[in-house]
């Protein structure tokens, strides 16, 4: 039976190939701004930044809602590109989610 971590090691290769054939070509600097998505989608989610709390189906649910964040900012704000402003509203969201986490987890505690 394969570990968790030889799982993920093989879906991690299974996910380079796919961003390479859907890409075009193979260049290291392509996924750079990928993980704050992905740190953004998770917290959005409900995943605590300590550990040990969150879903797959929050994560999911977090990245609809950052994208429908991302794509109602760039309609209203139509005079700059959406991505120049990208990564300050994500980091914006990400502020306030772990504010909201950290709140309403603690008087849970």
Partial sequence: ???????????YALGGLLFTGRSGQANPGLGVSYELYAITAAVVGGCSLSGGVGSIRGTVLGLFLIQIVIKGTAIIVRWIDSSQ???????????????????????AA
Avoid: Y
């Fill in 1 to 11: 039976m394969m570990g968790w971590t030889v799982l993920g090691r093989h879906l």
């Fill in 85 to 107: 402003i990208e990564g300050l509203v994500l980091g914006t969201v990400v502020v306030l989610a772990v504010a909201f986490n950290q709140r309403f987890r603690g008087r």
